[in-house]
């Protein structure tokens, strides 16, 4: 009878699984894609943010590193004719993805947001040559 349950089963797997994925949902995680395309002379970067508004959005460039914040507070509400709550909901997303992009011009960097894309355009300083130092070995 031992033989007729294996215990390798996917119980513990299962519970795993749905705590991982009711945390994720619940309190928010950092999956928006991203694609980024180095250039000569710039960096394209695209995020996906569907269902968030401009004013949702936080971009900032500081030492090197782009940062995307993406936060929104929803409220659905359903009153009868006295003004009673019959249903009142509240959710909340938020996103933060970081990247390194080194040699920016900061002061040129274009932004555009349409449809739930952001579109942005990081030119590079034209000063900066990156040298790569070979360290050797003793």
Same mark, same amino acid.
């Given at each position: 009878?031992?033989? *007729?349950?294996?215990?390798?089963? =996917? *119980? /513990?797997? /299962?519970?795993? +699984?749905?705590?991982?994925?009711?945390?994720? %949902?619940? /309190?928010?995680?950092?999956?928006?894609?991203? +694609?980024?395309?180095?250039?000569?002379? $710039?960096?394209?970067?695209?995020? =996906? #943010?569907? %269902?968030?508004?401009?004013?949702? #959005? $936080?971009?900032?460039?500081?030492? %090197?590193?782009?940062?995307?914040?993406?936060?929104? $507070?929803?409220?659905? !509400? =359903?009153?009868?004719?006295?003004? $009673?709550?019959?249903?009142? !909901?509240?959710?909340?997303?938020?996103?933060?993805?970081?990247?390194?992009?080194?040699?920016? =011009?900061?002061?040129?960097? +274009?932004?555009?947001?349409?449809? %739930?894309?952001?579109?942005?355009? #990081?030119?590079?300083?034209?000063? !900066?040559?990156?040298?790569?130092?070979?360290?050797?070995?003793?």
């Amino acid at each position: 009878m031992a033989n *007729l349950i294996s215990r390798n089963n =996917d *119980l /513990m797997g /299962m519970r795993d +699984d749905f705590f991982d994925n009711f945390f994720n %949902g619940f /309190m928010g995680n950092d999956n928006f894609q991203v +694609d980024i395309k180095e250039k000569d002379n $710039n960096y394209e970067v695209t995020a =996906d #943010l569907p %269902g968030f508004d401009k004013s949702d #959005l $936080n971009v900032t460039y500081d030492d %090197g590193v782009l940062t995307i914040e993406a936060n929104r $507070n929803d409220i659905t !509400e =359903d009153k009868d004719e006295e003004g $009673n709550f019959l249903r009142r !909901e509240r959710s909340s997303r938020s996103y933060r993805r970081q990247f390194m992009l080194k040699g920016v =011009d900061d002061e040129n960097i +274009d932004a555009s947001f349409k449809d %739930g894309v952001l579109d942005l355009n #990081l030119p590079k300083t034209s000063d !900066e040559v990156e040298e790569k130092k070979k360290i050797d070995i003793k």
